[in-house]
C-alpha cells in the first residue's frame, strides 16, 4: 500500500481556531519516496469579516476587497473541495497518510475550526484522528542549530527560495524542508 504525505499550510484572518478564519489553504500530496503527485490550493472568503486582523493583513496580504472577489470561495465549499481532494489518495476505509506542517498545531486547529464552523468535523477527525502528524519546526530543531525556527529562517539557512506567507510558497518551503532533513545522512532518521 502506497503511504502518501500531505503536506499543509494556511493563512488566516487571525489565529483564534474559532473566531478566526482561514483565507487560504494549500496540500501537497507526495508518495513514499516524496514525488510529488498533486497539488490543492484555495483561496477563502472568511465566515467573519468582522474577525479580520490587521496583523494577520500585513503578514499574508489580503484585504478584505481581495477575499470578495475570484477565485476566492466561500469556506464551505473550501473545506468540501479540500475533503474531495484528499479522498482521491484514500485506500479502503483509511487515509494511510503522514501530515506535514511547519507548525502543525497552529494549520490543524486553523482547519479544524473551518470544519466545525461547516458542521464537518466528524469528516476532519475521520481523517486525521490517530495519523502521524510531523511539524517541520520540530524536524529542524533536531537537525540543526539555529536562533529562530521561523520557516524563513529555516528557509535561508537552507538557501530554499520563499515567498513569506503565500500559501503555496510556504507549503513548498515546508516540503523542500522535510525533504533535506530526510535526505541528509546522520542527522535526522524519518520513520
Given amino acids: ?5 500531505a503536506f ?13 478564519d482561514i483565507v487560504s489553504l494549500c496540500c501537497i500530496i507526495t508518495d ?7 497539488i490543492h490550493t484555495s483561496y477563502v472568503i472568511p465566515d467573519n469579516l468582522n474577525s479580520w486582523s490587521d496583523h494577520a493583513e ?4 489580503f484585504t478584505k476587497f481581495d477575499v470578495m ?16 481532494f484528499l479522498k482521491e489518495f484514500k485506500h479502503e476505509n483509511n487515509y494511510p497518510m503522514e501530515f506535514v ?7 490543524f486547529k486553523m482547519l479544524l475550526g473551518m470544519f466545525i464552523k461547516n458542521d464537518l468535523q466528524f469528516s476532519l477527525y475521520k481523517i486525521f484522528n490517530q495519523r502521524f502528524q510531523t511539524s517541520t519546526i520540530k524536524l529542524a530543531r533536531k537537525a540543526y542549530q539555529l536562533k529562530s525556527y521561523k520557516l524563513g ?13 503565500e500559501v ?6 515546508c516540503f523542500e524542508i522535510y525533504r533535506r532533513i530526510q535526505n541528509e545522512d546522520g542527522i535526522f532518521q524519518m520513520q
Avoid at 500500500?1 to 504525505?5: A, D, I
Avoid at 513514499?32 to 498533486?38: G, P, V
Avoid at 472577489?69 to 474531495?84: D, H, M, Q, Y
Wanted: hydrophobic share 30%; with cysteine; net charge neutral.
Fill in 1 to 5: 500500500m502506497n503511504e502518501f504525505k
Fill in 153 to 165: 529562517n529555516i528557509c535561508e539557512h537552507l538557501g530554499i527560495e520563499l515567498d513569506a506567507h
Fill in 101 to 107: 506542517s511547519h507548525s502543525n498545531g497552529f494549520d
Fill in 8 to 20: 499543509i499550510d494556511v493563512e488566516t484572518t487571525g489565529f483564534d481556531y474559532l473566531n478566526n
Fill in 32 to 38: 513514499q519516496n516524496l514525488r510529488i503527485q498533486k
Fill in 69 to 84: 472577489r475570484k477565485p476566492f470561495v466561500n469556506s464551505r465549499k473550501s473545506a468540501i473541495g479540500f475533503l474531495t
Fill in 168 to 173: 503555496v510558497s510556504d507549503t513548498k518551503a
Fill in 58 to 61: 500585513r503578514v499574508h496580504g
